[in-house]
């Protein structure tokens, strides 16, 4: 075997005898990837320095050109002219490197008191944070744009639906809340997580903590973090910041995964309660007659790649010792591709949900026909002092002899009505009606139109509250 020159550009080369094998440098190399932290792997060292020198561990001089050094390779990152390089394996290594060729060997002491554990744990949750602030922004349009379309459609009657049977008339305004109701706890959830993630990682070096008397809670308070990791072992090999995260993202995707499939059903001409807008449709190469709502249909499909994310992370971590292993490099793309998919899928769906035309005729038609008012009747016959079991079966019996004659409850008289119970007299039909039937349900969570309308005003407060909070925070 002939003597292979040790490869310098590595960081570990003195102690190898020879160069890392071509297939295992691409195996494990993440630069590929990862160089989408690379300002915050910038903005985390810079902490670093900074502290490093405010406790004497380098010279201020040394943190100047450190700065210097960081703002010129900033400037080639945002320009797209940084040379990323497999050799140095992942974007940790090459902004050093790129840093040591710039300024010497105040460079070489930047990697005082951290590792590349610490450091990638570091980078990992100050991304978390800003992906997790974007996507709460798409989420709180898309919670806007439901709002004020629910607000043209507080009178608006469909069928509600129990087992895809119609059930009991319902206004949209309150069926697009229910939807709100979700976006606002996938808000919650997010933030949840952004609070458990905003800790300091930095200082746990490679597992154990470092031999350096450092300031981590300096470093914390300039990285914006709540305070610091308290066990370096867990500091370097948590990753539960990314399940809570990719978890919560599979449920906004369940979220609009559902609404997605209402969108699909409710276009289809069988429904006809809405339609989209031709700028969120696309057409069919051979039938012409065809516009197809793709949009919600790739929604519908993209969640199975962020639930995939969630199992990807909790298999990466089940089987780990403490404390780092390489296995956390694969975290990333699971990370990275989840904010990605859920941002596009809820900016996508705030711009669509204005665009969506609603066909009140065929909602009220398929309203009418299903006996959606029959509870109201069995109510009515429960205030004329009938036990509601009694109430039910005398309702029964009327929807029995609907469907016999094929007609709807309005369609049977009063007499006819009244030899099924004699409870009934003619203020009955108010009751059958789909406006009774919805402005009947008054109380917090119904469907009546005065109350969405309260329900629209309340959310638009909370909105309004959480971006003031935000503001000021
Ligand atoms: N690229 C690595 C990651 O993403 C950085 C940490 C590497 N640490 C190590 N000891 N190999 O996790």
């Known amino acids: 075997m002939t003597e292979q020159p040790p490869n310098k ?17 691409r195996y494990t190399g993440s630069i590929g990837f990862d160089q989408r932290l690379a300002l915050y792997d910038i903005q985390g060292s810079l902490a670093h320095a900074e502290m490093l020198a405010h406790v004497g561990l380098i010279s201020s001089t040394d943190l100047a050109s450190i700065e210097r050094g960081m703002a010129r390779i900033r400037a080639d990152i945002e320009a797209g002219q940084m040379r990323w390089s497999l050799d140095l394996e992942d974007v940790h290594m090459n902004i050093e490197k790129r840093l040591t060729d710039l300024i010497g060997d105040a460079g070489k002491r930047l990697h005082t008191g951290r590792s590349r554990n610490d450091q990638v744990a570091t980078d990992i949750r100050l991304w978390l944070r800003d992906a997790i602030d974007e996507i709460d922004a798409a989420l709180t349009a898309l919670q806007a744009a439901l709002l004020d379309v629910a607000l043209l459609h507080t009178d608006t009657i469909l069928p509600g639906f129990t087992h895809l049977q119609v059930a009991q008339p319902v206004t949209y305004g309150h069926h697009l809340l229910a939807y709100v109701e979700m976006f606002s706890r996938d808000a919650a959830r ?11 990682p930095l200082g746990a070096a490679a597992l154990a903590g470092t031999t350096f008397a450092i300031d981590s809670e300096r470093v914390a308070r300039r990285l914006g973090f709540d305070g610091v990791c308290r066990n370096s072992l867990d500091a370097v090999s948590d990753r539960d ?38 700028r969120f449709c696309t057409g069919s190469s051979i039938m012409p007659q065809k516009k197809n709502p793709d949009v919600a249909e790739l929604a519908r499909g993209k969640s199975g790649r962020v639930f995939g994310h969630l199992m990807a992370l909790l298999t990466l971590l089940k089987g780990q010792p403490l404390a780092y292993n390489k296995d956390n490099q694969e975290d990333k793309e699971p990370l990275f591709d989840s904010a990605d998919t859920v941002l596009a899928t809820l900016r996508i769906f705030a711009e669509m949900v204005p665009g969506i035309v609603v066909r009140p005729g065929n909602m009220r038609a398929a309203a009418q026909r299903g006996f959606a008012t029959a509870t109201d009747l069995a109510d009515y016959l429960v205030r004329r002092g009938l036990p509601f079991r009694d109430a039910h079966e005398v309702v029964a019996q009327a929807v029995r002899q609907c469907v016999e004659r094929g007609i709807e409850l309005e369609g049977l008289s009063l007499p006819e009505l009244q030899a099924l119970s ?24 119904a469907t009546a139109p005065e109350r969405v309308r309260a329900e629209i005003a309340w959310h638009r407060e909370r909105l309004a509250a959480a971006s003031t909070s935000r503001a000021s925070s």
């Open 9 to 25: 550009n590595a960081a570990w080369s003195g102690r190898f005898s020879e160069p890392i094998s071509e297939l295992v440098k």
């Open 190 to 200: 997010l933030a949840d997580c952004r609070a458990r993630a905003n800790l300091l």
């Open 241 to 278: 910041f990314a399940v809570e995260f990719c978890a919560a993202c599979a449920l906004i995707m369940t979220h609009v995964s559902r609404f997605s499939e209402e969108i699909v059903l409710w276009m289809s001409p069988q429904f006809g309660f809405i339609d989209l807008a031709d």
């Open 422 to 445: 004699g409870a009934i007299e003619a203020d009955v039909f108010a009751v059958l009606s789909l406006e009774g039937s919805v402005a009947a349900r008054r109380h917090i969570g």
